[in-house]
């Protein structure tokens, strides 16, 4: 609920969250980021599907909420969540962070890949994240940068993510 000092000013009370992910690219896997499915000869290696963008946003979500992170809403040793749909554990967050009355302004990603290139794919994952979140695809921005060689290098795929979250009066 919104705080009293809040109430009286007539302002309401934001949260921000920050998400960061990063898998290895390894060979035999598929390359899933923001629930879309990237043809590459490399896919990130991880317990889940390894969607490092859901990842970073479900953790942004957890952040905001001052809740415990991805980890300890869906172990890596839980069998259930052997090749799961991160997408889906998405869902499952922003239901979580919707029934204690916070409501998603918008949220701002950017995904770190020297390779493949991903802008083609980026409106796409915005469609899923909006659709994930429930929210209208305005609010959602997903954007892509390389590190010229300088960190992941290539060898992996990071992703960031800070959402803005609504106190519900
Ligand atoms: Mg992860």
Redesign the pocket.
């Known amino acids: 609920g919104r705080g009293a000092a809040e109430a009286a000013r007539g302002q309401e009370a934001m949260r921000i969250g920050h998400g960061y992910?990063a898998?290895r690219l390894v060979p035999g896997r598929k390359l899933i980021l923001g629930g879309v499915e990237i043809p590459f000869a490399l896919g990130l290696l991880?317990h889940s599907d390894?969607d490092?963008l859901a990842?970073a946003v479900t953790d942004a979500l957890f952040g905001a909420a001052g809740l415990p992170d991805i980890g300890a809403h869906f172990p890596d040793t839980d069998p259930a969540y052997e090749g799961a749909d991160s997408m889906l554990m998405l869902k499952e967050a922003a239901a979580e962070v919707a029934a204690l009355g916070l409501r998603v302004e918008n949220i701002d990603c950017t995904l770190v890949a020297d390779r493949p290139k991903l802008s083609p794919d980026l409106p796409r994952m915005r469609e899923n994240l909006a659709l994930a979140l429930g929210v209208a695809p305005e609010r959602v921005n997903v954007k892509a940068t390389t590190e010229e060689g300088l960190g992941l290098a290539g060898e992996g795929i990071g992703a960031h993510c800070v959402a803005l979250l609504r106190e519900e009066p």
Do not use: M
């Open positions: 992910d898998h991880g390894a490092a990842h």
